[in-house]
């Protein structure tokens, strides 16, 4: 804006035409008026030079670079160091001023536009040469050449197009149009020529023949690609055009016009800036490659593609057996497994008799066409290859497809199976070997796992031949408890044997025991481990006679010794005496006679030892229990008199060594403490004196101390009604005899009750004048004695007066002593106690006197076999009734063995269910 003194004021508008060169992705432009800037449009590179005047013209050709100023042209080289940052440098100064409407530079030239005028200036700025066109000049523009030798494309204004050599005074016109040329330009191979009318017509001449080979409208300025012949650019009307080949022209939206092309980057000028657009060339590239033309979609793919679409042509090339350009493609991606894939195929195709079809199966297989290799390969005749292929790529379902026989077809399964064991699909893995008919795998996968179910259906689908495999399934069966599974497995196949050591491992005895009716061949496989589940289940009875069903004897003996080891280290004494007992008659089973041949086993009388030794312990664990009981617990329920004789039984019993677990000191203290309460004090004094022997516990000795002290105090002398009287000789014993549980005076055992342990009114006698097996039927005849059996005839029961008690006793009658006038009696009465000194010997009698008896006062301890010779008793007060177990031979008061027996179910001592009363 311009203000003036007369109140004026004018508003200019300053239009700066554009300054500017081109050649190819060199731009030079004019900045600031009076610098130049030369950019890299491909690397954005930008070299600033000060001119430091007005810039008139600018013209770039390669390296060369001129300015014209308003007096001088400057010529620059261009040029890039070792770090490739772009430089220049002044080549040369023209000191001319020279007018022109264009300038144009070369290597070594310079040219000057001039209306119809061309002039050659050389950089010294001598002209050596001048054309003078027929119409004005439109366009101008170096196409290359060899150095001093360029020629120049030229567009005039009455249509004609003329290439001029610089060092030829003649142009050359290569079309003449009808219109106006605007833009032009010449393809790289300087064989096809575009131009841009007046009328924004596109026109591509083949300069061979002069033939129009492509014409569109609505073009302002075109650019042929510098790398690649067939492909050109126009612009116009805001829309970018691309023509390529003979396809149809691609279009996207572009503001400015086109003033170069070179690969995939087109320079566009917008008003006065230069602008790079990179185009996509993959449309071009797939157009060649649904034309199956590899070379030139090559040459599009290098004029910049993604690695995608190299990947594209190579490995369609390489199915169109086009391995020269599928091999360059894949070394420009870096895909060394297609080129070694290349290599092979090439090395195979050398061979003589080779089939394209296997190659192209190959390569199909290598992109993942699995299905086109498959076709290939079956043309070629090698349908293994399809088959190995799929089943490399775990495609079962395809593989079997091609399988031509089922011997191929199980071996795939068999593959397809071992494939699912190594990923751990082991459901699959288990069908698989089902199919291929390899059942043991089968069943070996689903028995580790437990798929019951699963397996039941094989075991019921496998024919009864297949016998290890079902024997396996029943295996499996047992092993996850499934007993109804493996039962059904075993008699499949009839495996009796291991159908009874199902039954054993499952506990299912009457199933065992039912199969056993059938097949007695297998009672030792049921009878053993029956009896080792009776002991672990506490019924040591049933053990015992399951080990003797099951021919193990020694089983039964030592699982017995255990038991009475462990009832003794336990302090169980009662069980201890139990099984004792049990060992003690084991013994003497085992010294009987054999049932079919009479003989007696040489090892018979140390059975009979062991018996006679067990049983005794047996005796001594049993009483034991109650005076333990007494000695541990504060309070007890027990009779203090019973316990007394218990204590007075195994004093007098227990001589030498006494057996493990059996306490001395208890025994005495029970017997110190029982004979003060019930006013035995001799005894008691005796008893305590002998404590003083005894290791004390340091918190008791001041106890037993003063309990010594006390007894003291009383009469030395023992309760008349507590001292025993011998029913022998009539003899009353103290309460301890040294020389053991025996009479004083004639030696004769005391025979005990095994309840309360008082002495029974009991006398053993001896028939002299007939065999023991005569006397033994007389007494088992129902018409030889006198008496009747007890619980025979119809007597009953009756209550009678004892000395104080009421005593049930079987029969009629009953004296309370036996008759003076009996024999036996007068016998007692006229015995001579010298002879016993030598040693104790049963009353003998006569059979005629042993006639003379009462049958319910008779008593025979018999063992079986007669290994043990029997003992005769007879009862000499009948009123007390006394009761013998047949069991064990241990006899009681009538009263408290019913009781017992009624409490405990069986005997007291042996728990024989055989003493139970009727």
Same mark, same amino acid.
């Given at each position: 804006?311009?203000?003036?003194?007369?109140?004026?004021?004018?508003?200019?508008?300053?239009?700066?035409?554009?300054?500017?060169?081109?050649?190819?992705?060199?731009?030079?432009?004019?900045?600031?008026?009076?610098?130049?800037?030369?950019?890299?449009?491909?690397?954005?590179?930008?070299?600033?030079?000060?001119?430091?005047?007005?810039?008139?013209?600018?013209?770039?050709?390669?390296?060369?670079?001129?300015?014209?100023?308003?007096?001088?042209?400057?010529?620059?080289?261009?040029?890039?160091?070792?770090?490739?940052?772009?430089?220049? +440098?002044?080549?040369?100064?023209?000191?001319?001023?020279?007018?022109?409407?264009?300038?144009?530079?070369?290597?070594?030239?310079?040219?000057?536009?001039?209306?119809?005028?061309?002039?050659?200036?050389?950089?010294?700025?001598?002209?050596?040469?001048?054309?003078?066109?027929?119409?004005?000049?439109?366009?101008? +523009?170096?196409?290359?050449?060899?150095?001093?030798?360029?020629?120049?494309?030229?567009?005039?204004?009455?249509?004609?197009?003329?290439?001029?050599?610089?060092?030829?005074?003649?142009?050359?016109?290569?079309?003449?149009?009808?219109?106006?040329?605007?833009?032009?330009?010449?393809?790289?191979?300087?064989?096809?020529?575009?131009?841009?009318?007046?009328?924004?017509?596109?026109?591509?001449?083949?300069?061979?023949?002069?033939?129009?080979?492509?014409?569109?409208?609505?073009?302002?300025?075109?650019?042929?690609?510098?790398?690649?012949?067939?492909?050109?650019?126009?612009?116009?009307?805001?829309?970018?055009?691309?023509?390529?080949?003979?396809?149809?022209?691609?279009?996207?939206?572009?503001?400015?016009?086109?003033?170069?092309?070179?690969?995939?980057?087109?320079?566009?000028?917008?008003?006065?800036?230069?602008?790079?657009?990179?185009?996509?060339?993959?449309?071009?590239?797939?157009?060649?490659?649904?034309?199956?033309?590899?070379?030139?979609?090559?040459?599009?793919?290098?004029?910049?593609?993604?690695?995608?679409?190299?990947?594209?042509?190579?490995?369609?090339?390489?199915?169109?057996?086009?391995?020269?350009?599928?091999?360059?493609?894949?070394?420009?991606?870096?895909?060394?497994?297609?080129?070694?894939?290349?290599?092979?195929?090439?090395?195979?195709?050398?061979?003589?008799?080779?089939?394209?079809?296997?190659?192209?199966?190959?390569?199909?297989?290598?992109?993942?066409?699995?299905?086109?290799?498959?076709?290939?390969?079956? +043309?070629?005749?090698?349908?293994?290859?399809?088959?190995?292929?799929?089943?490399?790529?775990?495609?079962?379902?395809?593989?079997?497809?091609?399988?031509?026989?089922?011997?191929?077809?199980?071996?795939?399964?068999?593959?397809?199976?071992?494939?699912?064991?190594?990923?751990?699909?082991?459901?699959?893995?288990?069908?698989?070997?089902?199919?291929?008919?390899?059942?043991?795998?089968?069943?070996?996968?689903?028995?580790?796992?437990?798929?019951?179910?699963?397996?039941?259906?094989?075991?019921?689908?496998?024919?009864?031949?297949?016998?290890?495999?079902?024997?396996?399934?029943?295996?499996?069966?047992?092993?996850?408890?499934?007993?109804?599974?493996?039962?059904?497995?075993?008699?499949?196949?009839?495996?009796?044997?291991?159908?009874?050591?199902?039954?054993?491992?499952?506990?299912?005895?009457?199933?065992?025991?039912?199969?056993?009716?059938?097949?007695?061949?297998?009672?030792?496989?049921?009878?053993?481990?029956?009896?080792?589940?009776?002991?672990?289940?506490?019924?040591?009875?049933?053990?015992?006679?399951?080990?003797?069903?099951?021919?193990?004897?020694?089983?039964?003996?030592?699982?017995?010794?255990?038991?009475?080891?462990?009832?003794?280290?336990?302090?169980?004494?009662?069980?201890?005496?139990?099984?004792?007992?049990?060992?003690?008659?084991?013994?003497?089973?085992?010294?009987?006679?054999?049932?079919?041949?009479?003989?007696?086993?040489?090892?018979?009388?140390?059975?009979?030892?062991? *018996?006679?030794?067990?049983?005794?312990?047996?005796?001594?664990?049993?009483?034991?229990?109650?005076?333990?009981?007494?000695?541990?617990?504060?309070?007890?329920?027990?009779?203090?008199?019973?316990?007394?004789?218990?204590?007075?039984?195994?004093?007098?019993?227990?001589?030498?060594?006494?057996?493990?677990?059996?306490?001395?000191?208890?025994?005495?203290?029970?017997?110190?403490?029982?004979?003060?309460?019930?006013?035995?004090?001799?005894?008691?004094?005796?008893?305590?004196?002998?404590?003083?022997? *005894?290791?004390?516990?340091?918190?008791?000795?001041?106890?037993?101390?003063?309990?010594?002290?006390?007894?003291?105090?009383?009469?030395?002398?023992? +309760?008349?009604?507590?001292?025993?009287?011998?029913?022998?000789?009539?003899?009353?014993?103290?309460?301890?005899?040294?020389?053991?549980?025996?009479?004083?005076?004639?030696?004769?055992?005391?025979?005990?009750?095994?309840?309360?342990?008082?002495?029974?009114?009991?006398?053993?006698?001896?028939?002299?004048?007939?065999?023991?097996?005569?006397?033994?039927?007389?007494?088992?005849?129902?018409?030889?004695?006198?008496?009747?059996?007890?619980?025979?005839?119809?007597?009953?029961?009756?209550?009678?007066?004892?000395?104080?008690?009421?005593?049930?006793?079987?029969?009629?009658?009953?004296?309370?002593?036996?008759?003076?006038?009996?024999?036996?009696?007068?016998?007692?009465?006229?015995?001579?106690?010298?002879?016993?000194?030598?040693?104790?010997?049963?009353?003998?009698?006569?059979?005629?006197?042993?006639?003379?008896?009462?049958?319910?006062?008779?008593?025979?301890?018999?063992?079986?076999?007669?290994?043990?010779?029997?003992?005769?008793?007879?009862?000499?007060?009948?009123?007390?009734?006394?009761?013998?177990?047949?069991?064990?031979?241990?006899?009681?008061?009538?009263?408290?063995?019913?009781?017992?027996?009624?409490?405990?179910?069986?005997?007291?001592?042996?728990?024989?269910?055989?003493?139970?009363?009727?």
């Amino acid at each position: 804006a311009v203000g003036t003194n007369d109140g004026q004021i004018t508003i200019y508008q300053l239009i700066f035409s554009t300054v500017h060169g081109l050649y190819q992705d060199q731009y030079a432009y004019r900045d600031f008026m009076t610098d130049v800037i030369v950019q890299q449009l491909v690397t954005e590179k930008k070299l600033r030079i000060r001119c430091k005047d007005y810039v008139k013209k600018i013209a770039i050709y390669k390296d060369r670079l001129a300015v014209q100023l308003p007096d001088r042209i400057m010529i620059y080289e261009l040029y890039y160091d070792d770090s490739y940052e772009m430089k220049h +440098k002044l080549k040369e100064r023209i000191m001319k001023k020279l007018e022109c409407n264009l300038l144009v530079v070369t290597s070594m030239h310079i040219v000057l536009c001039q209306e119809k005028k061309l002039q050659l200036y050389n950089f010294m700025g001598g002209r050596q040469r001048e054309w003078v066109l027929e119409s004005v000049i439109r366009y101008i +523009k170096v196409v290359g050449g060899p150095v001093d030798r360029e020629a120049l494309l030229v567009g005039l204004k009455n249509g004609t197009v003329l290439k001029i050599f610089i060092d030829n005074p003649f142009p050359i016109q290569l079309i003449k149009l009808n219109s106006p040329v605007r833009c032009l330009d010449l393809s790289a191979s300087r064989m096809k020529l575009a131009v841009v009318d007046e009328n924004a017509n596109c026109l591509v001449y083949h300069l061979k023949n002069k033939e129009l080979i492509f014409q569109e409208s609505n073009a302002n300025s075109i650019a042929w690609n510098t790398e690649y012949e067939d492909m050109l650019c126009f612009s116009g009307n805001g829309v970018l055009n691309i023509k390529t080949g003979n396809f149809p022209v691609a279009q996207q939206k572009l503001q400015g016009f086109v003033v170069g092309f070179k690969g995939s980057k087109i320079f566009c000028l917008h008003f006065v800036a230069m602008h790079t657009i990179d185009v996509p060339q993959s449309a071009s590239l797939y157009r060649y490659l649904e034309k199956k033309d590899f070379l030139n979609a090559y040459k599009i793919a290098c004029l910049g593609v993604t690695e995608n679409d190299w990947r594209t042509l190579a490995i369609q090339a390489l199915s169109g057996l086009n391995f020269d350009i599928a091999r360059k493609a894949f070394i420009r991606i870096r895909d060394v497994r297609y080129i070694e894939l290349l290599n092979k195929i090439e090395l195979e195709r050398r061979l003589p008799g080779t089939d394209d079809h296997l190659f192209l199966a190959e390569i199909y297989a290598y992109q993942g066409k699995y299905q086109d290799a498959a076709k290939f390969f079956t +043309k070629a005749g090698q349908e293994h290859k399809a088959i190995e292929m799929f089943a490399d790529l775990k495609k079962w379902a395809e593989a079997k497809q091609i399988c031509p026989n089922d011997d191929n077809l199980k071996d795939l399964i068999r593959r397809q199976a071992r494939w699912a064991e190594e990923t751990g699909d082991w459901q699959e893995a288990a069908d698989m070997w089902v199919q291929a008919a390899d059942y043991m795998r089968a069943i070996t996968i689903m028995g580790d796992r437990g798929w019951l179910d699963s397996l039941i259906d094989v075991c019921r689908q496998l024919n009864k031949n297949e016998v290890p495999a079902v024997k396996a399934c029943g295996a499996y069966f047992r092993k996850h408890g499934i007993h109804q599974y493996a039962k059904e497995a075993y008699l499949k196949v009839g495996d009796l044997k291991s159908l009874m050591q199902l039954h054993v491992e499952m506990l299912k005895w009457e199933e065992a025991f039912t199969v056993l009716e059938a097949h007695p061949e297998f009672a030792e496989d049921i009878y053993l481990p029956y009896a080792e589940w009776l002991a672990l289940n506490d019924r040591f009875d049933e053990a015992q006679e399951a080990f003797k069903k099951a021919n193990k004897p020694l089983l039964a003996l030592r699982m017995i010794e255990q038991l009475a080891y462990n009832g003794v280290v336990e302090r169980r004494y009662r069980d201890a005496g139990y099984y004792f007992w049990k060992l003690a008659y084991e013994n003497l089973r085992g010294a009987l006679p054999d049932e079919e041949s009479g003989e007696v086993a040489p090892e018979a009388p140390e059975k009979v030892r062991a *018996f006679r030794e067990y049983y005794q312990r047996a005796e001594y664990y049993y009483a034991y229990a109650s005076i333990h009981r007494f000695t541990e617990v504060p309070f007890t329920s027990q009779d203090p008199v019973n316990l007394f004789h218990t204590a007075r039984f195994l004093l007098m019993s227990l001589r030498g060594e006494l057996p493990t677990g059996l306490s001395k000191l208890n025994i005495v203290l029970a017997l110190a403490k029982l004979g003060k309460q019930l006013e035995t004090y001799k005894l008691a004094r005796f008893a305590y004196d002998k404590l003083q022997s *005894f290791v004390i516990p340091r918190q008791t000795i001041d106890s037993f101390d003063l309990q010594s002290v006390l007894v003291r105090s009383k009469p030395f002398q023992d +309760k008349e009604e507590m001292l025993p009287i011998c029913y022998r000789c009539s003899f009353t014993n103290p309460l301890l005899n040294t020389n053991g549980d025996l009479c004083c005076n004639c030696y004769a055992p005391y025979v005990r009750s095994f309840h309360s342990f008082d002495h029974l009114p009991l006398v053993e006698f001896a028939v002299t004048d007939t065999p023991v097996e005569e006397a033994l039927r007389v007494i088992d005849s129902p018409h030889e004695l006198q008496g009747r059996r007890r619980g025979g005839g119809d007597d009953g029961w009756t209550q009678q007066d004892g000395g104080g008690a009421d005593v049930l006793t079987f029969g009629g009658g009953g004296d309370d002593l036996a008759s003076m006038d009996d024999p036996f009696s007068r016998q007692l009465m006229n015995l001579d106690y010298q002879d016993n000194q030598k040693g104790y010997q049963p009353i003998g009698i006569t059979l005629a006197m042993l006639k003379g008896f009462k049958r319910e006062d008779i008593f025979v301890v018999r063992w079986p076999g007669h290994v043990i010779p029997p003992k005769f008793y007879r009862n000499m007060i009948p009123d007390v009734g006394i009761a013998l177990c047949p069991e064990c031979n241990h006899f009681f008061h009538e009263e408290d063995f019913e009781f017992e027996c009624l409490k405990r179910g069986g005997c007291p001592f042996c728990g024989s269910a055989q003493a139970l009363p009727q």
